[in-house]
């Protein structure tokens, strides 16, 4: 792959894609800056190499026209705070029109350093990816660097077609992505241990399919565990089950088995008669459970030994929450399982998929963590051994 590193930048004019697609309250406040301090080593690599750098993004669905909802003019004033520098921004509905050409001019000639296009969705040709956007793009700057992961897995004018007219190389946050989520699981550190969570089975099944081949052993927790459950034919009670992919949990069970790989299920579930934090709290080992229960998280058996497990592993990939962690009476599996990542010794730790890395944030384990990825369909995608169309553009 080709990164930055391998650039020369001094006098160029660059643009970088990057992934702003950050929550807004409803005074189009930013709410989580993560996506925007995440790219602080990308853009302060080339500005200190001596380039202007101009920023371009998606933020939400626009459908391909302007619209004041989905402005990037509050990342704009974010962007002040993260990288302590003047941001000019191009309140440009064309994205690249006359107005943006313009300030490209005032741009060049000023000491500031950062510039940010309006909202690349703003044009019905960023999703179809038509080359003369992605021309007009390419003419405001000498060098491409594609630095959006998130937006990776999607083949647009501003993160692919872009490259067909400009040098293109990776920033430094998408070559650690696929450092971390695609090269270093071809030979991992063992034990290799993926915990999946999350509700639908069907959601992650290429990456079952894909990790089934490369690890020691599999933790499932989260709604998906009940799929697995009854296929092996436990009543599940009101728990939520995928009834048309019990065939589907069945052949990933019998691919585990003849991988050698252990699929460590849950022995005992938390729950409640409803999908609510205020119903009475309950707690069943899987084949006690009742026809009105609903299994809302893993049981402290099952806590203990995914802990167990994690504790002893050498690299750990994280992909989906153990239960209703949003819920104060459905925290603590993913608590647990957190906790467990946290203390393996000298391991390798990965985070991937939105839920996992807001779990890890609001329980404060942030700094435990190896890598947390900034993707959600991007990492799911790269898991699956996927080459993704924004990083085919960097190799």
Do not use: W
């Not at 390798?348 to 890598?371: C, L, N």
């Amino acid at each position: 792959m080709k990164t930055l590193r391998d650039a020369e930048f001094q006098g160029k004019t660059v643009l970088i894609r990057v992934d702003y697609n950050v929550p807004l309250d409803e005074n189009l406040n930013v709410t989580d800056n993560l996506r925007i301090v995440s790219t602080i080593p990308t853009v302060d690599y080339i500005l200190e190499a001596g380039a202007k750098v101009i920023l371009c993004s998606h933020l939400g669905r626009p459908d391909g026209q302007p619209n004041p909802k989905y402005s990037l003019a509050p990342v704009a004033a974010e962007m002040k705070k993260v990288f302590e520098e003047d941001v000019l921004f191009a309140d440009d509905d064309e994205v690249v029109g006359e107005k943006t050409i313009a300030m490209l001019k005032e741009f060049k000639e000023s000491d500031t350093r950062l510039m940010l296009l309006q909202n690349t969705r703003f044009r019905s040709e960023e999703e179809a990816n038509e080359p003369e956007f992605a021309k007009q793009l390419a003419s405001l700057a000498d060098i491409f660097v594609m630095d959006a992961f998130g937006a990776a897995h999607r083949a647009h004018a501003s993160t692919v077609g872009v490259a067909d007219y400009l040098p293109t190389y990776a920033g430094l946050l998408m070559a650690d992505e696929v450092k971390y989520l695609g090269e270093l699981l071809e030979e991992p550190l063992r034990p290799f241990t993926v915990v999946m969570g999350g509700s639908k089975v069907s959601d992650k099944i290429q990456v079952f399919r894909n990790l089934i081949k490369k690890a020691d052993a599999f933790i499932v927790g989260g709604a998906m565990a009940f799929t697995f459950l009854k296929a092996q034919g436990y009543n599940t009670g009101t728990s939520k089950v995928e009834e048309d992919k019990l065939d589907l949990a069945n052949e990933i069970l019998a691919l585990a088995e003849e991988k050698g790989v252990k699929l460590y299920l849950p022995k005992d579930v938390t729950g409640s008669t409803e999908f609510s934090n205020d119903t009475p709290k309950a707690a069943y080992k899987i084949d006690e459970m009742p026809d009105d229960f609903m299994g809302l998280d893993i049981g402290e058996e099952t806590q203990k030994e995914y802990k167990k497990v994690l504790l002893n592993s050498k690299t750990i990939v994280l992909n989906g929450p153990m239960g209703v962690f949003e819920m104060e009476n459905y925290k603590d599996g993913t608590i647990a399982v957190l906790e467990g990542i946290a203390g393996s010794k000298d391991s390798v730790k990965i985070v991937g998929g939105g839920d996992s890395a807001a779990a890890v944030a609001q329980f404060g384990f942030t700094d435990a963590m190896t890598h947390i990825s900034t993707g959600g369909g991007a990492s799911l995608k790269l898991l699956e051994g996927k080459l993704l169309p924004g990083v085919k553009v960097c190799l």
